[in-house]
């Protein structure tokens, strides 16, 4: 039943996700930000006054550091929104954008705020090496550039790279590499087969990226760029990747650069202001594991969010659940099915119905809001019903939101 402090989404809004090479990898993550905050609000004709607080996930520091600090704040004003505006930058890896909605939810839900805005950016191609020490000088000897986008940084504090957790979780679950490779194959044919459709065309999820050239027109970018057609045997000759077991360049996701934004506001706030609700977030949830666990975490992220809505995931019509490699979508389907391997088979039938992030992309801080933006405008085009979106961050973090559209 419609409730008017239901909270619920009226705009959201995406760049396509970049390849590493592309003319877009050289815009600052800030100014991806900046373009889809114009977006989202400008679609709804939502004024910047009125939306009363920005949160903004992101992930690789070392890029957001060319700005130097506080990208959500330096966004916002570079965006056109009041200087009073309340804004914050989060870091929860690949969880961050979803975060940033959740801390919204809970400030609308709390009475803090009326209109809230999440917004995910990265741009991981853009990443500068880093010369730690040449700050005192280098007396003698070798000078060290370091990169943090090699397996993410987490072997610098003796962590294991996320693929190698992922590769090898998924083999204790029975997910052989073969399964990852043809994950990988049916989300670059789903990716293919939703873009043919239509489902990826500038208006609803997607808005152009226009890139001004010194001399002639712009570059204009309109679509995801890191799509291709592959075939199992290709897939299979691929090494694996940062010492994993399984995991390749071919059931991961590439290293990309994107943004996304979503406003967010209570119904009542959106009835007054004329606006028709894209979908109501039943529930915001975050969570956290062993950090080895992070093929696992969607799964019990949710069901966390499940049992507090209090639905089963049969009752789902259709789940997100992000591939930050092919593991976590097929580890995660296994635990929520209870090792049913029809229920299992089912499940992975509803999730990623249009491909993930090894087709999409993955610039990791805007990934959450991606995939939850797809999963309300995949409801709305099925003419409603319920969905969940779930998504793994470094170190096993997960966050998951339930949606229903009418
Ligand atoms: C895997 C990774 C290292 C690959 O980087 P890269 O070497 O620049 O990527 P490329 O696109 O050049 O792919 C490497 C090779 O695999 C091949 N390849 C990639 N995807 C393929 C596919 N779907 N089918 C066939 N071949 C494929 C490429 O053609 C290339 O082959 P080549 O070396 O003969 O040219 C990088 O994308 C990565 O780190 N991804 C994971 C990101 C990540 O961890 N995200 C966070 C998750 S939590």
């Known amino acids: ?29 800030i100014d991806l930000a900046v373009m889809v905050m114009k977006e989202v609000i400008r679609r709804v004709s939502v004024k910047a006054e009125e939306v009363n607080e920005i949160n903004y996930g992101c992930c690789v520091m070392a890029e957001m550091a060319l700005e130097t600090d506080i990208p959500a704040r330096q966004a916002s004003l570079l965006a056109g929104f ?20 959740r801390m919204g939810y ?21 990443t500068p090496h880093l010369a730690p020490g040449l700050r005192k000088g280098i007396r ?15 072997g610098a504090k003796g962590f294991s790279p996320v693929a190698v957790d992922a590769g090898e979780v998924a083999l204790e679950f029975g997910v052989t590499r073969e399964m990852q490779d043809e994950w990988a194959v049916r989300s670059q044919e789903r990716y293919a087969e939703a873009f ?12 152009p990226v226009m890139i001004a050239q010194r001399k002639g027109d712009p570059i204009v970018i309109e679509r995801d760029e890191s799509p291709r057609k592959t075939t199992l045997e290709a897939l299979a000759k691929l090494k694996p990747i940062y010492g994993s077991p399984t ?7 590439p290293l990309s650069a994107g943004a996304g934004a979503i406003l967010y506001m209570t119904r009542k706030e959106a009835q007054e202001k004329g606006l028709n609700p894209l979908a109501t ?13 992070i093929a696992v975490i969607p799964a019990l992220t949710i069901e966390q969010a499940l049992q507090r809505v209090g639905m089963t995931v049969d009752q789902m019509d259709i789940i997100e659940i ?24 089912t499940l992975q039938e509803k999730t990623n119905v249009n491909g993930g992030a090894i087709a999409i992309g993955h610039p990791v801080g805007a990934s959450a809001a991606r995939i939850t933006m797809h999963l309300a405008y995949e409801l709305k085009r099925r003419g409603g019903g319920y969905g969940v979106a779930s998504i793994c961050g470094g170190l096993a973090q997960g966050e998951a939101v339930i949606l229903k559209v009418e």
């Open 1 to 29: 039943m419609e409730k008017q402090d239901d909270i619920v989404i009226v705009s959201a809004v995406r760049t396509p996700f970049s390849r590493f090479d592309s003319a877009m990898a050289d815009i600052a993550s």
């Open 140 to 154: 003698l000897g070798h000078i060290k550039l370091v990169d943090n986008l090699f397996e993410l940084g987490y």
């Open 106 to 126: 809970r400030a609308i839900k709390a009475g803090d705020a009326g209109v809230c805005m999440a917004v995910g950016s990265e741009n991981m191609p853009r």
């Open 281 to 293: 977030i039943l529930t915001s949830i975050g969570t956290a594991t062993k950090p080895r666990d």
């Open 247 to 253: 995991v390749t360049a071919g059931n991961a996701p």
């Open 82 to 101: 009041p200087p009073e505006i309340l804004s914050v930058t989060l870091d929860r890896a690949c969880c961050s954008s979803m975060t940033a909605l």
């Open 196 to 207: 043919a459709e239509g489902k990826l065309k500038i208006g609803e999820e997607l808005m």
């Open 322 to 345: 992000n591939e930050a490699f092919a593991a976590m979508p097929l580890v995660s389907t296994k635990i929520l099915a209870g090792n049913d391997e029809k229920k299992w088979k």
